[in-house]
């Protein structure tokens, strides 16, 4: 049993750290928690065996949430003749339903966890760095399909929980190691998304902040409130003040777009205007279908049209989907598919809201890090489509089982905090 759970905990660390590091990471991780789920299956070694207890009255919803999610989108995908290509989507949700198995026969430590986030941050952060310096690479990227946005916001991604594992380690008895490692790689991690260039992923900051504030700052003495919220300025102020991170520039080219766009001198190669132009498009595809949806090859048929007829700009043509994960679900899926990514979203508030309020530290980091997910991917999706690419869905619903499990089961940690042991005990409920 030691044998697998520290092979569960390595699945774990993979999954959390190869998706912006190996070509098709992200299949690595969830496709070893899943084999090792359909062992503990086979074996009839899962605890939760015919036996809805050890999932817990939530774990169940996470279970049917994701069942009902690819259930809808493949009977949609179905409809419009296109099941074969929703494949890899839909597959990698259920690889993770299966990696569940796994996580609750072989209960991982949470090392596991910050371990895959730090690597994968440092890593992302020192790769994309000799990008720009070494290859002079305008913009850094993972390998295929890690284009810039992905690759960039993954890492935004990663070193956002890698701070949340820092407020983790510092209320372990012994947490100078775990403290440097987790600094390093919520560094390494915004480093990289800074020169990956990805504006979208910016707008996701003051949303993070505002959930750490509610998660670990309301915690804290006013003064110490002040500082923290005092750094965060500063350090927003430096990376737009140095020229170097391609902050500014990027801003600046961002609002020349739109206000050459809202005075009708759009250039058709601008990022933005094509950005508003499609999800124009998408919004006069909604209209036509709004209950069925279009499909994917029924998108890029409608697109062409709307071009044709010289409602929206050729800028759209090379898209195949509407950069809008939102528009693009509701365009292609219609009402069930968009009503499906909504319930994407919504899972993770239900499973881990209550513990914002515990008193020890490291539920609450848990529950700060399984929010900060569709907080992520809700920003995430408003400039691009990340759940058109099996990359989305396997980081997030990967990554959801396991931040879900190791919440669940997490220990209670002796705190450093002293402000936080006098606050009452919130348990979170199964």
Not at 97 to 104: I, N
Not at 109 to 115: D, E, G, I
């Given at each position: 049993?030691?044998v ?35 062992l ?56 993770a ?8 026969t072989?209960?991982p ?7 895959g986030?730090?690597m ?8 994309a ?15 295929d ?22 407020v983790?380690a ?14 390093a ?7 990289a ?9 910016w ?24 500082l ?11 990376l ?14 961002a ?30 595809l ?27 700009a050729?800028?759209v ?43 020890d ?57 002293q ?8 348990m979170?409920?199964?």
């Open positions: 049993m030691s697998m759970k520290a092979a569960t905990g390595a699945a774990v660390a993979a999954t959390l750290m190869f998706p912006v590091l190996v070509p098709g990471g992200y299949w690595w991780g969830v496709g070893g928690l899943a084999l090792l789920g359909g503990a299956a086979l074996g009839r070694l899962w605890p939760g065996w015919l036996n809805p207890r050890p999932l817990g009255r939530r774990g169940w919803r996470l279970v049917w949430v994701l069942l009902g999610v690819v259930s809808t989108m493949a009977a949609m995908a179905w409809l419009h003749e296109e099941l074969l290509g929703a494949l890899p989507r839909l597959g990698a949700m259920l690889l339903l299966l990696g569940l198995v796994a996580l609750h072989w209960r430590r949470l090392s596991a966890l910050w371990a986030l730090a994968g941050g440092m890593l992302a952060g020192g790769w760095l000799w990008q720009r310096l070494q290859e002079g690479a305008g913009r850094a990227s993972g390998h399909p890690l284009h810039a946005i992905l690759f960039g916001n993954v890492s935004l991604l990663t070193g956002g929980l890698c701070l949340a594992g820092v983790w510092l209320a372990r008895p012994r947490h100078t190691g775990w403290l440097l490692v987790l600094a790689g919520a560094i390494g991690g915004l480093l998304s800074v020169l990956s260039g990805t504006r979208g992923g707008v996701a900051l003051p949303l993070i902040l505002l959930l750490f504030h509610r998660g670990f700052l309301a915690w804290l003495p006013g003064w110490q409130q002040a923290a919220w005092l750094s965060v300025v500063t350090l927003a102020i430096g737009y003040a140095v020229p170097q991170t391609g902050v500014q520039h990027r801003v600046g080219l609002m020349d777009e739109l206000s050459h766009y809202l005075e009708g001198e759009s250039a058709p190669t601008a990022s933005v205007t094509a950005r508003l132009e499609m999800w124009r498009g998408a919004w006069q909604i209209q036509q279908r709004p209950l069925l949806g279009h499909g994917s090859e029924g998108y890029r048929q409608g697109m062409a049209e709307l071009v044709e007829g010289a409602v929206v050729p800028s043509l090379p898209h195949g989907h509407a950069h809008n994960d939102l528009l693009d679900a509701w365009a292609k899926f219609g009402l069930p598919g968009l009503m499906a990514l909504l319930a994407l979203y919504l899972l993770p508030v239900l499973l881990f809201r209550s513990g914002l309020r515990h008193a530290t490291t539920h609450r980091t848990l529950a700060v890090a399984g929010l900060l997910l569709p907080v992520a991917f809700i920003d995430f999706g408003l400039t691009y489509s990340f759940f058109a690419y099996p990359v989305g869905g396997a980081v997030y619903s990967a990554w959801l089982v396991v931040l879900w499990t190791l919440y669940r089961h997490a220990p209670l940690v002796p705190e450093v905090d402000a936080a042991k006098c606050q009452g005990s919130v979170p409920s199964g």
